[in-house]
């Protein structure tokens, strides 16, 4: 079992940036990929970035692809979200997930275990 914790979300204005942190305790990280997934008011949770176990393999969502980049660090289970030119659709509470299977994984019933979530928003 592994317990998350997100961090660093908060108020920026379009065209900032944000850095997010996903922090494990429990089993390591490396046990697991790792997703990022967030939810909008009235909308469904959905996928933004993965990462395999030796993050050697990432997937992205269309709308976030060449500006967000997802990355881990394994010696110190924690996994980041790197928010860059953010625009206001992108206001969210961004959870952290982690998968114990191999590979990457964008559905959000494929996760076995969910952070508490950090609130991003994004000012026009």
């Known amino acids: 079992q592994v317990q998350l914790v997100e961090s660093g979300g908060g108020l920026v204005q379009a065209g900032g940036s944000l850095s997010l942190s996903c922090a494990a305790s429990?089993?390591?990280?490396?046990?697991?990929?790792m997703g990022w997934f967030r939810q909008a008011p009235g909308k469904e949770r959905e996928f933004v970035a993965g990462i395999s176990r030796s993050g050697r393999s990432t997937r992205y969502a269309d709308s976030v692809k060449g500006r967000f980049t997802i990355s881990r660090d394994n010696a110190k289970n924690t996994v980041y979200l790197q928010m860059n030119s953010l625009k206001p659709e992108d206001t969210a509470v961004y959870y952290c997930?982690?998968?114990?299977?191999?590979?990457?994984?964008?559905?959000?019933?494929?996760?076995?275990?969910w952070g508490q979530g950090t609130q991003v928003t994004v000012s026009s």
């Open positions: 997930a982690a998968n114990s299977g191999y590979g990457v994984w964008t559905v959000p019933h494929e996760y076995d275990y």
């Open positions: 429990g089993r390591t990280t490396n046990s697991y990929a």
